[in-house]
């Protein structure tokens, strides 16, 4: 748990480019095209797909924003 906490929520330290690749970009890929798929096909057209749009929202984007000034932090690029 203390990892995922130090990957996903916060702020300071570093991360490899493994594990960013493998623990970001892939999970954030798949869950993108999932969603995509699920728009597309009609599942997400009731009234609370605003919500899992929502919801998608906040959890992609924060720890993207951590994940991504980790890997900056790496490339000596203030975060």
């Not at 095209?33 to 906040?58: C, D, K, M, Q, T």
């Amino acid at each position: 748990m203390a990892r995922f906490v130090d990957l996903y929520l916060s702020l300071q330290g570093r991360t490899s480019r493994r594990d960013y690749w493998l623990y970001w970009v892939l999970p954030s890929v798949v869950i993108v095209w999932v969603l995509e798929s699920a728009l597309n096909h009609g599942l997400l057209r009731h009234p609370g797909s605003i919500i899992v749009l929502i919801f998608y929202l906040f959890v992609i984007t924060w720890p993207g924003i951590a994940v991504s000034v980790k890997r900056w932090h790496d490339i000596d690029v203030s975060g």
